[in-house]
């Protein structure tokens, strides 16, 4: 099997393995019976009791560690190949579920969850996703999409899987049971796992004429003379810009279903599902849209819905369970797609040579948001006892990130 055809089956290994890793994403399933778990192994009860607002530094930690493990891990691709960055990284990922099983306390699961979970998906999801962008020039945009889109699967179905076991057993043995799964899937995915080759073209596949056009001129930036650019940091900020209301609503996806609407909790595990269901597929449309009409306009565009899915949360009050579904829903995409698109982006305006290492260092962008918008959306429910100001911060930043797009048109005109 040649590698135009052989690329295909590291696709499908990599969406398995993201798959896995992306159970980061179904946080807010755990966060509420993770609380109680924890306040009774300690004795902790009415104001002292750990609360699922107050474990949001643990979701915080994993995401803002990602990026140390994905730039790292790009480097050691080029030494050991794809496949066994892969693999070690699945693994500690496994092992950190694991340790989350035995936790008692909120160090012990701030060490399994925020560190050994964020490194190790920071190390995976950074791989996968760049060597699969490699091997598809014809299809960057959706393959990117794809590839990001098993990753935010993953929060629609662990959620079942884990609320079904907490239901049976408790949420301990969730953490036990998928951490020894993830490393039994994983280590077998791994497997299959290709380094893309550099400058690799699949058979039959010609350039149009306009993209031969920017080949012709195209650099492959190494991570420092990317630092040197100034479309860098307007790409970055306005990453942080785009994922800041998703990570914003991913951690407490739950529990605003819950504060703001009263929903019961297993009405409020639909809510976590749907999100993460327009979350994936947000990932898809907009990878394939922006193969279409380019990367930049399709972020302007996921921006000002961002904006009304906003407005909608702002609405939502009790019973409101069709605003909170439409608000949810287009979150949902708006994240989803620019997560979709970033892969691909940084790897059209920086070359595919080093993109592992610097999709990495972009990241960085995404991991701001993801420590800062899940600290800020809990203490201002905890100060105000409402949402409404964190979903205007968020807006705000949505409003940054249109300007932003313009700015990065101009510079690149």
Not at 94 to 120: K, M, N, R
Not at 142 to 161: D, N
Not at 252 to 263: D, F, G, K, R, T
Not at 391 to 408: C, D, E, P, V, W
């Amino acid at each position: 099997m040649n590698l135009t055809s052989r690329r295909w089956l590291v696709l499908i290994a990599s969406c398995l393995i993201n798959l896995c890793i992306g159970a980061l994403y179904a946080w807010s399933v755990f966060a509420s019976p993770m609380a109680e778990h924890i306040s009774a192994v300690q004795g902790l009860s009415g104001d002292n009791a750990v609360t699922a607002s107050s474990l949001a530094i643990v979701f915080s930690i994993a995401n803002v560690v990602g990026p140390i493990t994905m730039i790292g891990g790009g480097k050691l691709v080029r030494t050991i190949g794809p496949r066994f960055v892969i693999m070690i990284g699945g693994i500690w990922f496994g092992l950190g579920f694991l340790i989350c099983g035995f936790a008692g306390s909120v160090p012990g699961l701030i060490f399994g969850f925020g560190i050994c979970c964020g490194l190790a998906m920071g190390m995976t999801y950074g791989c996968t996703v760049s060597n699969c962008v490699k091997f598809f020039p014809d299809k960057r945009g959706l393959v990117g999409g794809i590839a990001t889109a098993s990753y935010g699967l993953s929060s629609v179905l662990v959620p079942i899987i884990a609320n079904a076991i907490i239901s049976k057993m408790d949420v301990t043995m969730a953490f036990k049971i998928l951490g020894i799964a993830i490393v039994i899937i994983v280590f077998a995915a791994s497997l299959l796992i290709l380094p893309c080759p550099d400058g690799f073209v699949p058979e039959g596949y010609v350039a149009p004429l306009s993209d031969n056009t920017k080949a012709s001129k195209a650099k492959d930036y190494t991570w420092s003379e990317m630092l040197k650019t100034k479309e860098f940091y307007v790409m970055m900020v306005l990453m942080c810009c785009g994922a800041f209301m998703g990570m914003m609503i991913i951690s407490q996806a739950s529990p605003i279903a819950q504060n703001q609407v009263l929903m019961s909790s297993q009405a409020a595990a639909v809510v976590v599902s749907v999100l993460a269901l327009f979350n994936t597929g947000g990932r898809i449309l907009g990878g394939f849209i922006s193969d279409l009409i380019g990367q930049i306009n399709t972020l302007t565009i996921l921006l000002f819905c961002s904006i009304v899915g906003l407005f909608m949360l702002i609405i939502t009050g009790e019973g409101s369970a069709f605003t909170l579904y439409a608000g949810i829903c287009i979150i949902g995409i708006c994240f989803g797609g620019f997560m979709g698109i970033y892969p691909g982006f940084t790897n059209e305006k920086f070359g595919a040579k080093y993109s592992s290492v610097n999709y990495g260092i972009m990241f960085i962008g995404f991991a701001f948001s993801g420590f800062f918008a899940p600290i800020i959306i809990g203490r201002i429910y905890s100060m105000q006892g409402t949402y409404v100001a964190a979903y205007y911060a968020a807006m705000i930043l949505s409003i940054l990130g249109i300007a932003l797009t313009f700015i990065y048109r101009i510079m690149n005109k």
